[in-house]
């Protein structure tokens, strides 16, 4: 595994800078945003700028890939990323920063896409699954680094807009110096609603909840903690808290999801979600320590949801239809991002900072709901003929060439574009 992994480290290195670039991009505007005096629902609609711009991204991208290649479309949104975080520090405007926000949506959606289609490139049938890993673990790592940051310096000044577009900007070497060959293109997304509710309704459903609630809290739980007056070096280590909590825990719950109906699993932990949503709504903790205990266990519970809807999705797919389905179910999860953040924020303004948490428990209860009628509806598949759980890197920075990428592509689009795209 070493040659191999010695061939794509360039594209390894690039990708961590990008990420974590994007990491902290998403967590100093909300922070900077509520010491401007942005309102909650401006802050909310960062969040919804920012998942229109990477659902557009992965319809969009595929085609200017195809026309100008993959180097130069990599480059190109790269560096407007870096732009639009300068922006960001020169225009200091709820409307600007919205725009910029779907700006940088977009290219980092782009942008990630191209690396994973290298990936996927140079990546045989036997090295995939090993290839698959380490990308996680360089997702999982640049995003908390990218995070854990802003605990070191108050956003104040111009500190961190300056280097995130550094970092935006070294994403960019790697690619730019290798000698690797362009992949081939982009698998094109598209979304179709009657057959992912046919394949699976409870991932259907579930995928586009879950972006609701990940959505929410992934750009406002940074404003929820300025708001209760925590310091800035909390609010980071609570956000990447959270992070980490759902790294430790998706391989057990996807583990336990392979002996048992993962439906059930997913209301466990869903249960286990609304009690902490709960607890911070109606205790309202504003102790440092406790509330980023309780964000952690919050993030152990939503973190892995994806990943085990996407495999629930798959134990009923045909092999050859696995990256139609977990691309439509990507689309399905950024359209809940996108409605998340605003209606969080609705709830927030009328409430409290902890009605983030109220909104959060009440999505989870439908969830819940919808996925008891379900198991009433369609008996469970029996264990042998269910897929093995498959992690997914944080559901944020997931991109249809992610699934392309993923060991049970294997065989199917993964060797190339579905043919009736063309």
């Not at 360039?10 to 505007?29: K, Q, R, T, Y």
């Not at 909650?40 to 319809?59: D, K, Q, V, Y």
Request: charged letters at 10%.
């Amino acid at each position: 595994m070493a040659p191999q992994l010695v061939a794509v480290a360039a594209l390894l290195l690039g990708s961590f800078f990008l990420i974590m670039a994007s990491g902290l991009h998403g967590l100093l505007l909300p922070v900077r945003g509520t010491i401007e005096g942005f309102t909650t629902t401006e802050l909310g609609l960062l969040g919804t700028g920012w998942a229109a711009g990477f659902i557009a991204a992965t319809l969009v991208v595929p085609a200017v890939v195809r026309r100008v290649g993959h180097v130069r479309s990599y480059g190109a949104l790269a560096s407007v990323s870096a732009v639009a975080i300068l922006l960001n520090l020169l225009i200091i405007d709820p409307v600007a920063w919205i725009v910029l926000r779907a700006l940088s949506g977009f290219c980092f959606a782009g942008a990630a896409m191209i690396v994973e289609s290298w990936l996927n490139e140079r990546a045989s049938h036997e090295t995939r699954g090993r290839l698959f890993s380490v990308y996680q673990i360089v997702n999982f790592t640049a995003s908390t680094a990218g995070q854990l940051i802003i605990a070191f310096h108050p956003p104040i000044d111009h500190f961190y807009f300056v280097l995130g577009a550094i970092l935006y900007c070294l994403a960019i070497l790697p690619t730019a110096l290798s000698t690797a060959a362009a992949p081939r293109p982009l698998k094109t997304t598209r979304l179709d609603l009657r057959r992912l509710y046919a394949n699976s309704p409870v991932s259907a459903v579930a995928c586009f909840l879950i972006g609701v609630v990940n959505g929410a809290f992934g750009t406002l739980g940074p404003v929820y903690g300025h708001l209760i007056g925590l310091p800035i070096h909390n609010i980071a280590t609570m956000m990447a808290g959270a992070l980490f909590g759902g790294a430790l825990v998706q391989f057990p719950i996807g583990r336990l999801s392979d002996r048992f109906d993962r439906r059930r699993v997913l209301i466990t932990i869903a249960v286990g979600a609304v009690a902490i949503g709960i607890t911070l709504a109606v205790v309202q903790p504003r102790s440092p320590w406790l509330v980023t205990t309780l964000a952690i266990i919050f993030g152990a519970m939503i973190y892995p949801m994806y990943a085990l809807t996407v495999a629930h999705a798959n134990d009923y797919a045909d092999p050859e239809n696995f990256v139609n389905i977990a691309s439509g179910l990507l689309l399905l999860y950024g359209i809940g991002t996108m409605i998340g953040p605003i209606a969080a924020a609705a709830s927030m303004e009328r409430i409290a900072p902890d009605g983030l948490f109220a909104f959060t428990a009440a999505v989870h209860t439908l969830m819940i709901a919808y996925t008891l009628f379900r198991i009433g509806q369609r008996p469970p598949l029996p264990q042998f003929q269910r897929e093995t759980f498959q992690g997914l890197p944080l559901p944020k920075t997931v991109t249809p060439e992610s699934a392309v990428l993923d060991p049970r592509a294997a065989g199917s689009e993964a060797d190339g574009n579905d043919p009736n795209e063309n």
